[in-house]
């Protein structure tokens, strides 16, 4: 069963998405990026369609491509005839019918004909999303129509993009939301909120969530422990260990009751009250009550559990051939590569699909099987078992990560090694740190500094970095002092670390920050910064 959960994400993941990104409603083109040398152009096929004389290019959106040539960038059609002049220092492609260009150290707004929507001012800006953008000056933020009109002062320190015709703003500390035209609708008073969608905000108060409208007022008196997003006009609330449902009105449509709630698909939801799985309709009432056979979350025909009302057990039926031979669990999970995990007096242990007890509740607790493997954990200690139920490694870490490429990361002692499928360590716990395995390499700490090992443990990438990122594309970021850089897989130094930021390679390109400018790096390594 899934449990709510409550998710809020990073202000800082947030902002960098916002303003290197814009809403994706671009028309798409058969035409493709070539390089041949240093130079790009565009293909159809295998046939070159227009030849590569560009520094730099970006894909066609919307019938045009922004390309760079001799310092300045302009925008081309699919013939390759120029139909905004190579005349800004840098602009962004064309996700829509505006974009956002750049001359000197200011930004502007131009439409898909070159014509200026606004004035080339501004200090930053990103959008447009319903119909309106946002646009820095100085350090502040300040709201846009899309034929260029200011209709808010530059004074938000923090903006989000609109989504059902709101935003949620910033201003010394404090967050509020606004509406299309600019006007606050609800003030900026609040610590932290979230909108909810259908007009609603979560504010917290006393430790609890309480629901608002965006014109500020109060729609519940309930105060909630935790309220969910809505999913198809419902969203799920929490209070005092229960679970319960309101509408999109913020009004309650279920008593807050349930042990375990979904969320609602197809007009019904899925609750667990006293052990009975039960569905209920959008008015919250019972629509069906399975205390018979749960078959839908077991294995087919082999495995079927009924609840014993008696004993408050669930009952697994061993074999349907064989009904009078039972077992009885306290709850049993879906079967994950042919076993389930049972649980009886507060410890935990597996079936096979026919229901036979291939570890009985003798573990603290019990993880799904991966790849053949299974973690489970005894007085704060954690273990592996294979599908025959044997231990393979003893209870004796204190931590088992996730297998990856049939590896995972051990701890002991506030030390990490490796150890693979069969139980085996094959890196020694002498690492102060230890990543995931990505493209057959892992990064791992030493001594204070980072570099990578192989699935034999063996030292790749030299312990010198002060921090690294897991290699994508064959190519990792790499950080000394304040700096980052980018390495091979073979630990050969792509660019040396002088820049402040550097993005993920796509297209064989890498957006990099220097000195507070942006710029592209090529897989060469070779940088590309505007004149």
């Known amino acids: 069963m899934?449990?709510?959960?409550?998710?809020?994400?990073?202000?800082?993941?947030?902002?960098?998405?916002?303003?290197?990104?814009?809403?994706?409603?671009?028309?798409?083109?058969?035409?493709?990026?070539?390089k041949e040398g240093d130079k790009w152009g565009f293909r159809k096929?295998?046939?070159?369609?227009?030849?590569?004389?560009?520094?730099?290019?970006?894909?066609?959106?919307?019938?045009?491509?922004?390309?760079?040539?001799?310092?300045?960038?302009?925008?081309?059609?699919e013939k390759g005839a120029k139909v905004i002049p190579f005349q800004y220092d840098w602009a962004w492609s064309f996700r829509d019918d505006r974009t956002w260009v750049k001359q000197g150290n200011k930004w502007g707004v131009i439409d898909l004909k070159g014509t200026e929507i606004t004035p080339i001012k501004f200090d930053w800006g990103k959008g447009f999303r319903d119909e309106r953008g946002w646009a820095m000056l100085g350090d502040k933020w300040g709201l846009l129509t899309k034929e260029g009109k200011e209709i808010t002062p530059f004074h938000f320190s923090w903006v989000e993009s609109f989504n059902y015709g709101w935003a949620r703003v910033e201003k010394e500390g404090v967050f509020g939301m606004?509406?299309?035209?600019?006007?606050?609708?609800?003030?900026?008073?609040?610590?932290?909120?979230?909108?909810?969608?259908?007009?609603?905000?979560?504010i917290p108060t006393d430790e609890f969530w309480t629901l608002i409208d965006k014109d500020n007022k109060r729609v519940s008196d309930i105060r909630f422990d935790g309220i969910s997003e809505f999913q198809n006009g419902y969203a799920i609330v929490k209070k005092g260990g229960k679970y319960g449902f309101i509408d999109q009105n913020g009004e309650p449509i279920t008593s807050i009751i349930y042990d375990e709630a979904e969320s609602f698909m197809g007009g019904r939801a899925l609750v667990l009250q006293d052990l009975d799985l039960i569905y209920i309709n959008e008015k919250g009432e019972t629509v069906s009550v399975d205390r018979n056979t749960w078959t839908n979350r077991f294995n087919g025909e082999l495995a079927k559990a009924q609840k014993n009302a008696s004993e408050g057990k669930v009952v697994l039926l061993?074999?349907?051939?064989?009904?009078?031979?039972?077992?009885?669990?306290?709850?049993?999970?879906d079967?994950?590569?042919?076993?389930?995990?049972?649980?009886?007096?507060?410890?935990?242990?597996?079936?096979?699909?026919?229901?036979?007890?291939?570890?009985?509740?003798?573990?603290?607790?019990?993880?799904?099987?991966?790849?053949?493997?299974?973690?489970?954990s005894k007085e704060g200690k954690y273990g592996l078992i294979n599908h025959s139920g044997t231990l393979i490694a003893n209870c004796k870490y204190d931590w088992i990560s996730h297998f990856q490429d049939h590896i995972a990361a051990v701890e002991a002692e506030n030390k990490w090694g490796l150890i693979n499928q069969s139980g085996e360590e094959i890196a020694e716990l002498k690492y102060e740190s230890i990543g995931n395995f990505k493209e057959g390499?892992?990064?791992?700490?030493?001594?204070?500094?980072?570099?990578?090992i192989d699935d034999s443990a063996k030292v790749v990438i030299p312990f010198k970095y002060d921090w690294v990122m897991h290699f994508n594309q064959g190519f990792a970021k790499v950080k000394i002092e304040?700096?980052?850089?980018?390495?091979?897989?073979?630990?050969?130094?792509?660019?040396?670390?002088?820049?402040?930021?550097?993005?993920?390679?796509?297209?064989?390109?890498?957006?990099?920050?220097?000195?507070g400018e942006w710029g592209y790096i090529d897989e060469e390594g070779e940088v590309f910064f505007e004149d």
Request: charged share 25%; proline share 4%; no cysteine.
């Open 2 to 34: 899934k449990q709510l959960q409550y998710i809020s994400a990073s202000l800082l993941t947030i902002f960098l998405l916002s303003i290197l990104t814009q809403p994706a409603f671009s028309q798409l083109s058969d035409l493709r990026l070539f």
């Open 178 to 202: 606004v509406d299309k035209s600019g006007k606050e609708h609800i003030p900026l008073t609040y610590n932290e909120h979230y909108d909810l969608g259908y007009g609603l905000v979560k």
């Open 335 to 376: 079967f994950k590569e042919g076993f389930a995990r049972i649980g009886l007096n507060r410890k935990a242990g597996f079936i096979d699909s026919l229901g036979n007890e291939i570890v009985a509740p003798e573990y603290d607790w019990v993880w799904d099987f991966e790849q053949g493997t299974a973690k489970v």
């Open 318 to 333: 061993r074999n349907v051939k064989n009904p009078n031979k039972v077992e009885q669990y306290d709850w049993v999970s």
């Open 482 to 515: 304040d700096k980052w850089g980018v390495i091979s897989k073979e630990g050969q130094e792509i660019t040396p670390a002088i820049f402040e930021w550097i993005n993920d390679f796509e297209e064989g390109r890498a957006g990099v920050k220097l000195d």
């Open 441 to 452: 390499l892992t990064p791992a700490k030493l001594e204070g500094k980072w570099g990578f």
């Open 45 to 77: 096929g295998d046939k070159k369609v227009i030849k590569p004389k560009y520094d730099e290019a970006d894909a066609f959106q919307n019938g045009v491509a922004r390309v760079h040539l001799k310092g300045k960038s302009g925008f081309i059609n």
